[in-house]
């Protein structure tokens, strides 16, 4: 069996139909299990207070907002190479998604950034890079609505989209990249000195787990629903011919 299957719309509609309530079943209940567990039964930081509890929403969408842009680059590229319309209409599906990630995250910064940094904002390096990739998420949205033939629009969403993979890479390697900046570094590591203690990391992996699931969930949704309104414009234009 060939992965290139999935990409036939019959056979992508068959998968999905199973897999959809599945996925968005889990999805529930390790959010709803990793929030509960995050926001009620984890401590205090002895620094941040409980203004740290928003490491449970902040870092799951952080990271969604760029890993749902890098799911767009490889079905952007998949579409440009091998034209196959079922990875263009899940990049297009993903957009929106990923674009609530990132305002969830840029929301949730703010709150937490505040009482840490004694400001909403800051033109730090990772915030800036997170910026500007949410305008890339809302051009790549609007150039989709602004073509009208679907095949021309793929093509330039899919370019907009390698441009935008930069911010998507800066966005997690800013401070990395530059020492200065007010962020901090990676919540999870390998490095132990980085590292959230355990009793934060446990249920903060719980709850990326959930935000995986739901963003599957969500595209799987979505991307079915494209295909469904592409067989119905392709039947109402038979019928104009006809």
């Given at each position: 069996m060939s ?9 992508f509609?068959?998968?999905s139909?199973?897999?959809l309530?599945w996925?968005a079943?889990?999805?529930?209940v390790?959010?709803?299990m ?6 009620f039964?984890?401590?205090d930081d ?5 203004t740290?509890?928003?490491?449970y929403?902040?870092v799951?969408?952080a990271m969604m907002?760029?890993n749902a842009?890098v ?7 998949i579409w440009?190479i091998?034209?196959h ?7 297009k599906?993903?957009?929106p998604v990923?674009?609530?990630f990132?305002?969830i995250?840029?929301v949730t910064g703010?709150?937490?950034?505040q009482?840490?940094w004694?400001t909403?904002?800051a ?6 890079s997170f910026?500007?990739?949410c ?5 790549y949205?609007?150039?989709w ?7 021309t629009?793929?093509?330039?969403t899919?370019?907009?989209c ?6 998507a890479?800066?966005s997690?390697?800013a401070?990395n990249f530059?020492?200065?900046?007010l962020?901090?570094?990676a919540?999870?590591?390998?490095d ?6 355990d ?5 903060l992996v719980v709850c ?22 592409r067989?119905?414009?392709a039947l109402?234009?038979r019928?104009?011919?006809a």
């Amino acid at each position: 069996m060939s992965i290139w299957e999935y990409a036939n719309p019959k056979k992508f509609m068959q998968t999905s139909a199973w897999a959809l309530p599945w996925v968005a079943g889990l999805s529930v209940v390790t959010l709803v299990m990793g929030l509960i567990w995050g926001f009620f039964f984890t401590p205090d930081d002895y620094k941040q207070g409980s203004t740290v509890k928003i490491i449970y929403l902040h870092v799951p969408a952080a990271m969604m907002a760029i890993n749902a842009w890098v799911m767009m680059l490889l079905a952007s590229l998949i579409w440009l190479i091998r034209r196959h319309h079922v990875s263009a209409l899940a990049a297009k599906a993903a957009a929106p998604v990923g674009l609530t990630f990132t305002f969830i995250a840029l929301v949730t910064g703010a709150l937490w950034g505040q009482p840490m940094w004694g400001t909403w904002w800051a033109w730090d390096p990772r915030l800036t890079s997170f910026l500007i990739l949410c305008l890339f998420y809302l051009g790549y949205i609007a150039l989709w609505q602004a073509v009208d033939d679907p095949d021309t629009a793929a093509d330039l969403t899919g370019v907009l989209c390698i441009v935008g993979s930069v911010f998507a890479v800066l966005s997690r390697y800013a401070v990395n990249f530059w020492n200065q900046g007010l962020h901090q570094g990676a919540s999870l590591s390998l490095d132990k000195e980085e590292n959230v203690s355990d009793v934060f990391w446990l249920p903060l992996v719980v709850c990326i787990v959930g935000f995986i699931l739901m963003f599957l969930a969500l595209v799987l949704m979505r991307t079915r629903t494209e295909i469904r309104a592409r067989r119905l414009q392709a039947l109402l234009t038979r019928e104009r011919i006809a």
